[in-house]
């Protein structure tokens, strides 16, 4: 009973860890679309390029946090530069332009880490190697950081958006993009920066998470669709709902694990997802102001 009681316990801390992270990924990816109006299909990808130059960064710098900023700034300036030049000539012909050419983006990002790093995954020691008494066993100190770091990203996102003169921009853009242009928003601008924030958030998600579960060229192919999960239950461009569905989904995938094989578990949030498109097809929170 003892042994019951410290799984659920393990797990229901490995839910909520893996659920802020969903979370902060799934933040940057429901920014993008709230502003930009696209689904950014290489958003998983970025995450993957994050976690290899925070590979790269850490065996560098010899410092991994060092390595998390590093990996965030390029992120940020490769979403930038992204946006400049591939995204906004095609994002005025409608949908699925953007759509089709982030796809094509998550394809080439795949292969050319394939073709860069090779199919072997890269191992990121724990930068924090203390071990929490649980119970009778010892719980990775790191896990709980990853948590609280994430927490922290996206309570800054929240504070960006409410407060900052660029939040504000942002939070008008998304009520009505033609009265914020016409009451001098720098909406071409702003495009640019949102989508390297969203980029940027990707690139720290992918290196936080990267001594958990080591770097592969496909890695970014499994968080896009739980992202993406996430974004729906949530909310199509609500930030809290995705916060909310991030959580629920986190918990319900590691709990499950407990009596289901790890596929089988991640079916469950499937389900979640059907159900929720079958009696509330706007989303757990529907479309909210990013900021709300």
Known sequence: MERLAADLLIQLINGFTYGMIL??????????????????????????LGAY????????????????????????VLGMGLERVLIRPVRRRGPLDPLLLTFGLSLIFQQAAL????PIGK????????????FR?????????????????????WVFLRRSRY????????????????????????????????????????????PLFGVY??????????????????????????????????????LGSLFLKPIQAQILSLLMLLMVLAFRPQGLLGRRSLGG
């Open 115 to 118: 073709i860069v790093f090779g």
């Open 53 to 76: 130059v925070g590979w790269a960064s850490a065996l560098l710098l010899q410092n991994f946090w060092l390595a998390v900023g590093a990996a965030g700034l390029i992120l940020l």
């Open 123 to 134: 191992h990121v020691p724990m930068p924090i190697e203390v071990q929490l008494p649980f």
């Open 217 to 254: 060229h496909t890695m970014g192919l499994d968080i896009i669709i739980s992202s993406f999960i996430v974004v729906v239950v949530g909310g199509m461009g609500s930030l809290p709902g995705s916060i909310v569905a991030g959580l629920l989904i986190g918990e319900l995938e590691s």
């Open 23 to 48: 979370a902060l990924v799934a933040s940057g990816f429901t920014l993008v679309l709230g502003v930009l109006n696209i689904v950014n299909f290489a958003h998983g990808e970025l995450y993957m």
């Open 167 to 210: 939040g504000m921009f942002i939070r008008a853009t998304v009520q009505d993009r033609e009265m914020a242009a016409a009451m001098g928003v720098p909406v071409p601008r702003l495009y640019m920066l949102v989508f390297g924030i969203g980029s940027g958030i990707a690139g720290v998600s992918g290196v936080l998470m990267s």
């Open 137 to 157: 066993f010892g719980y990775p100190a790191y896990r709980l950081v990853v948590m609280l770091v994430a927490l922290g990203l996206i309570l800054g996102l």
